[in-house]
């Protein structure tokens, strides 16, 4: 399976084993959801829709192998053990495409809570061409791989080190995204930052979990945009996030913002609970300090756009580590 062939049969996922009238997806995508009840389906439909936008059209996927002229045109040989998130929907499927891209062998470790439709893609890949089926080994253990990419929390991140710290590796930890907003946004902005923030219950790394605002910031019209998301507390573990999290911001006395489903309140920390915003204050016309080793983007003033980073380009990589680059030069 030459490079040429890989890119035709992720593209064939795309447009074949991708599309909303395949039954075989649709079966996967209500197992998902039973075995993981954050996965609504409308997530599920958003991070699917995105993989088959900006990951698998055709011009994509070779616009983006040409800027990495050492890549292997043959199998490697070389076996990538990753170790997958499951914090969203297909999130660990960026890594698997780029490793198979890259003609090495993977070797993956699914998130327990990512289970069906990750194993939904692999089936899909053997399907196209049952090659992968040497390409794609599930380990419950990682062993005797020649690099590593390992996705988990900051005290996860400690045991990857300690267990592939001596091979080539990635080794993600916990991210977040911020907004700063001006002053001057508009109703649709708003409405797509409310998509920034909630898409996934606000549970990826490009998830905004905290905003900063110039002092005297009038949050009414973003109150207004983020009740599309009340629907959320018909979730009862969403829901039972939110009363708790009402709850301590209540007995500690503390100022808080509500949309009657979400929680704003000023906190200094980029990482919210789930259900929960926090936001902070700058003076106008200064620029707001952000501590960029726990920020996964930066939306609004001097960043990518609203609306925008739920919808990353196949060469936006996690933690801004370029992983085809990495995944090409492992010897």
Avoid at 149 to 169: D, W
Avoid at 242 to 267: K, P, V
């Amino acid at each position: 399976m030459n490079l040429q062939a890989r890119i035709k049969h992720f593209f064939t996922l795309g447009a074949s084993f991708l599309n909303p009238e395949n039954e075989a997806l649709q079966i996967a995508k209500e197992k998902a959801y039973q075995q993981n009840s954050w996965f609504l389906p409308v997530f599920i439909d958003h991070a699917i829709t995105q993989i088959k936008q900006s990951f698998l059209s055709l011009d994509s996927l070779k616009d983006w192998v040409k800027h990495y002229p050492s890549l292997s045109d043959a199998p490697t040989g070389k076996k990538v053990g990753i170790v997958m998130a499951g914090n969203i929907p297909l999130v660990g499927f960026h890594d698997l495409l780029s490793t198979l891209i890259a003609g090495h062998t993977a070797t993956i470790k699914l998130s327990s809570k990512d289970t069906i439709l990750m194993q939904y893609i692999v089936d899909a890949l053997i399907e196209i061409d049952p090659a992968f089926e040497k390409l794609i080994i599930q380990q419950e253990q990682l062993k005797n791989c020649d690099a590593y990419i390992a996705t988990g929390s900051n005290n996860t991140s400690r045991y990857f080190e300690q267990y592939f710290g001596k091979y080539p590796h990635i080794i993600r930890k916990n991210k977040t995204s911020i907004a700063i907003l001006e002053g001057n946004e508009t109703e649709e902005q708003f409405q797509l930052l409310a998509d920034d923030m909630m898409l996934y219950f606000g549970m990826g790394c490009r998830n905004v979990t905290q905003l900063w605002a110039p002092t005297g910031y009038d949050f009414i019209p973003l109150l207004a945009a983020l009740k599309k998301y009340n629907y959320l507390g018909d979730e009862h573990k969403y829901k039972h996030n939110y009363d708790y999290q009402l709850a301590l911001l209540m007995m500690n006395r503390q100022f808080y913002m509500d949309t009657g489903g979400i929680l704003l309140s000023e906190n200094p920390s980029p990482f919210a609970a789930i259900s929960q915003i926090h936001y902070q204050f700058y003076t106008p016309g200064s620029v707001p300090v952000i501590d960029n080793t726990e920020v996964q983007c930066i939306v609004g003033k001097n960043g990518v756009p609203f609306g925008s980073p739920q919808q990353p380009k196949l060469t936006e990589y996690a933690d801004g580590v370029d992983t085809l680059d990495f995944l090409s030069k492992i010897d």
